[in-house]
């Protein structure tokens, strides 16, 4: 009777679910297999049976189909992130690594949301756990970013940033191994004003050019006309390096190369040579020597007993033709204009004056003192630009334009390969920046306290050093050139001749 007293109470039990069943409406009747189905997750991992009272039996927990879409949910949230963990970077697995050697006597079962840090609110004093950043695929990394470079302040003025280019070179290091020792030479002259003068530089650079051209040889393959200008490019690549091509350079320049393009191939390199050379030394001839006497017996002419010619820094041109009206027996005087920093007019001072002639040196800020006493005004040329304006030394125009004032003539000595095609309207587009180490006043040389150096490293000072400026043509009375004396608006009809030439 005992063993059948618990058999006879489970068809009870069973009848009373049935009777529930059936109570439950169609709803249940359809889907018998979900109400019955029981979760298998929620089952202990140890095996021990779980006891429920007959009450629990009768009404059991049942999983509705949005509840079982969330654990799906849930699960693959689950292995999304496990992937994620997996696909870390090495130096996160470092990282986390040895935080779990820094916390060291943990449990290794311990979970990953007891060693998040948690964060206090401060009104309700509830914790919270601090959110992780969010971790990147490692196709999204962002490259590490490089400390930033303190910024050093630039000495350059904003206003004439684009006359500034590389820095002069002082030195033959990094020099190409194709360049001549003669350009090298010339470079550096240059570069440390040596030679200085847009004739100077003109004569030397063809006079190098020519040395490059004997001690060349056409390489096997190629042709003369071909490879010469390839070479001589490197030549003027290092020159420009050293200091910017005059407009006279690049006048000069430009004919050798067309002459070198219009040798025969089947010329003989020898034959081609002494062709080169000898062409060269008649544009030496013609175009500088011969057209410099032209121009210094036309403008000698133009002194008179008793004159004071007024001239600015130093222009060989200029320089010859006083001597050259000296030595015709006239009798005038010369006021040397001069300014820094290259202080031309020293050196054309000192050459009158051993001469025998009578001169007075002064710089620019005492012009308006003699300019009255100027009967003509002299004045050298870097170039004359198409629409007949004077680029020089900077300081010409402020002669000029006093001169103007003071209703002196002004006549400039020109030679023709000075002359451009290129139109300027200021100094501004088109100049030559000097280095600003030029600047350094003898006051300055002779205190150290007051040296260059602690100028340039203070934060306010700012150097500027332009190498020269631009004359109205309306404050030039007369140019002189080989082929005569003509108004600064016939420079463009003269440039054409001598280029057609």
């Known amino acids: 009777m005992s063993s059948a007293t618990p058999n006879s109470s489970a068809p009870g039990v069973c009848q009373k679910e049935v009777e529930n069943d059936s109570s439950n409406g169609a709803e249940k009747s359809k889907k018998p297999q979900k109400s019955e189905k029981r979760d298998t997750s929620l089952a202990p991992a140890n095996g021990v049976k779980e006891v429920t009272n007959k009450s629990a039996e009768a009404k059991p927990d049942k999983i509705s189909g949005a509840e079982l879409k969330k654990r799906r949910m849930a699960e693959k949230a689950a292995k999304r992130a496990q992937l994620k963990r997996e696909q870390q970077t090495p130096s996160q697995d470092a990282q986390t690594s040895g935080e779990k ?5 943990g449990p290794a079962t311990q979970s990953s949301q007891s060693s998040e840090p948690r964060i206090q609110h401060k009104t309700t004093g509830s914790t919270a756990t601090a959110q992780k950043p969010l971790q990147l695929r490692p196709s999204q990394h962002q490259a590490p970013q490089s400390i930033p470079e303190p910024k050093v302040e630039t000495k350059k003025i904003a206003f004439f940033s684009h006359l500034y280019g590389t820095p002069r070179r002082t030195t033959i290091a990094g020099a190409g191994k194709d360049v001549h020792p003669s350009v090298l030479a010339l470079g550096l002259q240059m570069s440390n004003y040596v030679v200085c003068g847009s004739n100077a530089r003109c004569v030397s650079t063809i006079l190098a050019f020519k040395k490059v051209i004997n001690a060349y040889t056409t390489p096997p393959g190629t042709s003369l006309p071909r490879h010469l200008t390839i070479h ?6 290092y020159l420009v390096s050293c200091r910017p091509l005059s407009v006279s350079m690049g006048n000069v320049i430009r004919w050798l190369k067309l002459l070198i393009s219009r040798i025969d191939p089947d010329t003989s390199e020898s034959d081609a040579k002494s062709g080169l050379c000898s062409a060269i030394d008649n544009f030496i001839r013609e175009r500088i020597t011969v057209a410099g006497q032209a121009i210094s017996s036309s403008a000698s002419s133009k002194i008179r007993d008793g004159d004071v010619i007024l001239t600015f820094a130093k222009s060989s041109i200029v320089e010859r033709t006083l001597v050259e009206a000296y030595r015709q027996g006239k009798i005038f005087r010369v006021i040397v204009v001069d300014s820094r920093p290259l202080n031309e007019g020293r050196n054309l001072a000192r050459a009158l004056t051993h001469l025998g002639l009578q001169v007075q040196y002064l710089l620019t800020h005492a012009l308006s003192h003699v300019i009255q006493d100027a009967s003509k005004v002299f004045l050298g040329a870097h170039a004359m630009m198409s ?31 000075k002359f451009t095609d290129k139109v300027a309207l200021d100094s ?27 100028w340039r490293d203070s934060k306010n000072f700012q150097p500027l050093n332009l190498m ?13 050139t080989e082929f005569g004396s003509l108004p600064p608006s016939s420079v463009p009809v003269v440039h054409r001749l001598s280029t057609n030439a």
């Open 101 to 105: 050697e820094r916390a060291g006597k």
């Open 232 to 237: 001589l490019s490197s030549q003027i690549d």
């Open 387 to 417: 629409n007949g304006r004077l680029y020089s030394r900077i300081g010409t125009a402020l002669v000029a334009m006093m001169a103007k004032e003071a209703d002196v003539p002004v006549i400039v000595l020109c030679e023709s390969i």
């Open 428 to 454: 501004i587009a088109f100049n030559e920046v000097a280095p600003p180490e030029e600047l350094g006043y003898s006051a300055m040389e002779t205190h150290e306290e007051e040296s260059p150096e602690k």
């Open 468 to 480: 020269y400026d631009l004359t109205p043509e309306e404050c030039i009375h007369m140019v002189i």
